[in-house]
């Protein structure tokens, strides 16, 4: 492959966010010199750009096909499409299109672990960085997940552990032997991809060079064609092959396992729901992979809560259990979060769902919510496209806020039901990101338990 970091190469850096901060950052610690070019004409981290780097040039509005052609290489942020014409043309000119994770890869020393899916990927990567600090490592964690990946780079780090968007693998050629693992894959970002292939093809760019790979073998998208001589193993909610991860005895009453050996005991788990347990199985495969010790591992698994708005428990109230999963922002999370809270032979759930659809297709909601939803509170800009869907299989009805939707679930909720927020959607029409959104959501039950008093998010 080219060396990315030839000193003679003129390299434009795509996108002022928290990406192409990095790689500025990362560039200038090299002594090597770029411009900056955003397609907004005010980005938001445009005085940090103008403070920590006087001397470079920033080129705002449109991307300009005329400056990209004349660079060596652009470096582009996962936000941007790599169909915009200007990259299209620079593409057909020959200049080299690269990522964040091109750059890291070539120059982290330590083995590095990268996570990619439709869901779970930000709880797998936290949970698998607290059994590596339990196994005694000195471990970087980020990707698109927290601190950007270029910040990370330290020589005295001894393992990376990176989750992967959809983005950032679009231009990944080879994963320089990294252990990998592709989760699940279910529609997301349909906004930004012509269709599932696409996305799936996407995902699949994990595979590219790495040294042993983990799949989920209850989700035959997630199969890679790959060399015989990479290893291969799998985790499950079923009873595993010798040298993979399952469950022996069922869900109810089981265990987690390795081939069968039996590892811990469901109940032990902190993660609670199906989809969790399956978390945590990927998180013990890929700790496995990497030679983490079993026990430590373990360990983890009974203490580990799981990620703020990510099926998180606020509160407790008449019997009836608030859950906040704000970061469910596509219908994978979401039917996974149904399926893993549901309670078999009964409509358990009221669901706060709704926000910007992304293009999805909401009809993969209808079997999870014909069996578990009660009643579904829909709001947000496409709401009402979830409704058309679900209206056949549960109690539908439109609000105007998250508050309306709280106060009127907590209405109808009864002893031992959960009221779940799963928006299935994108946030940005009505708050600042799913955290704020999810913010919003524990506010609103807070004020429940208060009597109402308060003020209430929008």
Known sequence: MTDLIATNRKTAILGMGATGLS?????????????????????????????????????????????????????????????????????????????????????????????????????????????????GLSVGVGGNLGTPMLDLLNDELELYILELSSFQLELLNDSRGAIVALLNISADHMDRYEGLPQYHAAKHRIFRGASKVVINREDVLTKPLISSQVSLSSFGLNQPDLGDFGILQGLEEGFLAYGIERLLPIADLALKGSHNI?????????????????????????????????????????????????????????????????????????LIAGGQAKDQDFAALKPAAAKFVKQAYLFGADGDQIAS????????????????????????????????????????????????????FQQAVDSLKQSGGGQLCN
């Open 278 to 350: 399956a978390n945590g199985l990927a998180a013990l495969a890929l700790g496995y992979a990497a030679d983490l010790p079993m026990q430590p591992m373990l360990e983890c698994l009974k203490t580990f809560k799981g990620l703020s708005h990510r099926c998180e428990n606020i509160a407790e109230i008449d019997g009836v259990l608030y859950i906040d999963d704000s970061k469910g922002t596509n219908v994978g999370a979401t039917v996974a979060a149904l399926n893993g809270l549901g309670v078999a032979g009964r409509k358990n759930l009221v």
């Open 23 to 135: 790689v500025a950052r990362f560039l200038s610690s090299q002594d090597l010199p770029f411009v900056f070019a955003d397609s907004r004409a005010e980005p938001p981290q445009l005085q940090e750009v103008k403070d920590h780097f006087p001397e470079t040039k920033v080129v705002l509005g449109d991307f300009d096909a005329d400056l990209l052609i004349n660079m060596d290489r652009a470096v582009i942020s996962p936000g941007i499409s790599l169909n915009e014409p200007a990259i299209v043309a620079a593409r057909e000119q020959g200049v080299e299109l690269v990522g964040d994770l091109e750059l890291f890869l070539e120059h982290a020393k330590a083995p590095v672990i990268a996570i990619t899916g439709s869901n779970g990927k930000s709880t797998v990567t936290t949970l698998l960085g607290e059994m590596a600090v339990a196994s």
């Open 389 to 440: 869907v679900l209206d056949d299989v549960c109690e539908t009805m439109l609000v105007d806020s998250l508050d309306q939707a709280v106060s009127l679930a907590s209405s109808v909720a009864e002893p031992g039901d959960m009221v779940l927020l799963s928006p299935a959607c994108a946030s940005f029409d009505m708050f600042s990101g799913f955290e704020e959104r999810g913010r919003c």
